[in-house]
Antibody, heavy 120, light 116 residues
Framework: QVHLQESGPGLVSPSETLSLTCAVSGASINNYYWSWIRQPPGKGLEWIAY???????DYSPSLRGRVTISKDTSKNQFSLTLNSVTAADTALYFC??????????????WGQGTLVTVSS | QSALTQPASVSGSPGQSITISCTGT?????????VSWYQHHPGKAPKLMIY???IRPSGVSDRFSGSKSGNMASLTISGLQAEDEADYYC????????????????FGGGTKVTVL
C-alpha cells in the first residue's frame, strides 16, 4: 500500500523560499504522476503542480514563475519549492499520487498534509 | 478559473441518503467526464471516493455513488453512517487552453457532512 509523507519547515519568513519534500513508499516514483495541492485556512483545495513520469511538469498559472516541482528517483521522493512567499501562501500542503493515464484527472493517494505558516 | 461550487454543509440522520452537488461550467465539469470526489477527515489524508464521475475505487463502500448532468456533478451517500461525517471535495479536469492558462485541475470549496 502506497504511503506519502510530507516534510518541511512549518514556519517560513515572508519573501523567503518554501521547500517541501514528499517521501513515497510502497510505489515507485518512476511509474506515476505526482502532484502538490494546498488548502489555505478556512478555504478549499488548490492544485499547485504536476510532475509526470517523463519528468515534464505543469504548474498552476497563478503560481507559475514562483513554483518548481522536481523528483529524486534515487530517494523515491519529490519536492516543491515556492519562492517569494507571502502570507497568502500560508496553507496546509498535500502531496498526492496521480495514475499515469492519458490525462491527469484524479488523485488516488494523498499524504496527511503539512502546515506551512508564512510569518515574520 | 473559479472554484467549483459546493454547498457549505449538508446533514442527515443515520440511514438516510444525502446528495452533495458540485457545479462547474462548460469549460470543466460540462466538458469532461473527469470529475472526482474526496473524503477528508481533518488531520488525516484525503481519500479518493469516486473518479471519472461514477467509478468507485476498490475498497470504497457502494453506499457512495457519483453522477453528472450538464455542468453539475453529484455525490450521493446512501445509508448514512456516523463514520461518513467528514469534509467532501469535488474536482474536475479542466483541459489545457490554447493560451496555456488552464489550471488543469480545479476543486470545489468543500462540503461538511454532518450526521445528526
Amino acid at each position: 500500500q502506497v504511503h506519502l509523507q510530507e516534510s518541511g519547515p512549518g514556519l517560513v519568513s515572508p519573501s523567503e523560499t518554501l521547500s517541501l519534500t514528499c517521501a513515497v513508499s510502497g510505489a515507485s516514483i518512476n511509474n506515476y504522476y505526482w502532484s502538490w495541492i494546498r488548502q489555505p485556512p478556512g478555504k478549499g483545495l488548490e492544485w499547485i503542480a504536476y510532475i509526470y513520469d517523463n519528468g515534464i511538469t505543469d504548474y498552476s498559472p497563478s503560481l507559475r514563475g514562483r513554483v518548481t516541482i522536481s523528483k529524486d528517483t534515487s530517494k523515491n521522493q519529490f519536492s516543491l519549492t515556492l519562492n517569494s512567499v507571502t502570507a497568502a501562501d500560508t496553507a496546509l500542503y498535500f502531496c498526492a499520487r496521480v495514475p499515469p493515464i492519458a490525462v491527469p484527472s484524479y488523485f488516488d493517494s494523498w499524504g496527511q498534509g503539512t502546515l506551512v505558516t508564512v510569518s515574520s | 478559473q473559479s472554484a467549483l461550487t459546493q454547498p457549505a454543509s449538508v446533514s442527515g440522520s443515520p440511514g438516510q441518503s444525502i446528495t452533495i452537488s458540485c457545479t462547474g461550467t462548460s469549460s470543466d465539469v460540462g466538458s469532461y467526464n473527469l470529475v472526482s470526489w474526496y473524503q477528508h477527515h481533518p488531520g488525516k489524508a484525503p481519500k479518493l471516493m469516486i473518479y471519472e464521475v461514477s467509478i468507485r475505487p476498490s475498497g470504497v463502500s457502494d453506499r457512495f455513488s457519483g453522477s453528472k448532468s450538464g455542468n453539475m456533478a453529484s455525490l450521493t451517500i446512501s445509508g448514512l453512517q456516523a463514520e461518513d461525517e467528514a469534509d467532501y471535495y469535488c474536482s474536475s479536469y479542466t483541459g489545457v487552453s490554447t493560451l496555456g492558462s488552464s489550471t488543469l485541475a480545479i476543486f470545489g470549496g468543500g462540503t461538511k457532512v454532518t450526521v445528526l
